[in-house]
């Protein structure tokens, strides 16, 4: 199932998820800082969804009060929510 989530307050501007049952296959993340990005994303491919949340919430980058990892996080807290996962 594709999920896409608006991050907020950060320079990345649109998450695309792939999920299978409670697995994150693929995550494209667009802006933000490539080289970060795209290396988070491929650590987290194949780990369960609550894998992904509890290495990654909570992360801060500067003083934004978040981060693209948090905002990762928060996104599949909200994927969890929505389908009961």
């Not at 290495?55 to 978040?66: D, Y």
């Amino acid at each position: 199932m594709k999920y896409t989530y608006t991050p907020e307050g950060v320079c990345s501007m649109q998450m695309i998820f792939e999920i299978d049952g409670n697995i994150v296959k693929n995550l494209k993340i667009i802006g933000g800082c490539p080289g970060n990005t795209v290396g988070v994303s491929e650590l987290i491919k194949g780990k369960t969804i609550d894998e992904v949340i509890n290495t990654l919430k909570g992360i801060l980058c500067g003083n934004k009060g978040t981060s693209c990892p948090d905002q990762i996080a928060k996104a599949l807290e909200e994927y969890k929510e929505k389908y009961n996962v």
